[in-house]
């Protein structure tokens, strides 16, 4: 299983927790932040450009969108 894919599935992990969140408790500022900044430790090694470490960084970058515009639909 390739890098890319733990990326994705962790992702839809994470926004699968963030929408139930949500529903539970309503958005909040910086939704969605804390799990996007432990996606960047977890699979982001600052030092390599290769093109599966920027893809990495669009994945998480995409998922960084997503929360900042997410508003329960």
């Known amino acids: 299983m390739s890098k890319i894919t733990n ?3 962790a992702i ?3 926004k699968e927790k963030l929408i ?3 529903k539970e408790n309503g958005l909040y500022e910086n939704f969605g932040q804390d799990e996007v900044r432990e996606l960047e ?3 982001i090694d ?5 093109d599966e470490m920027n893809k990495i960084r669009d994945l998480i970058h ?7 515009y997410y508003n329960g639909d």
Do not use: I, L, N, P
């Open 62 to 68: 995409e998922f960084d969108c997503w929360a900042m």
């Open 7 to 9: 990326v994705k599935r």
């Open 12 to 14: 839809e992990r994470r």
């Open 41 to 43: 430790g977890r699979y």
């Open 20 to 22: 139930k969140k949500a």
């Open 46 to 50: 600052s030092s390599s450009y290769t």
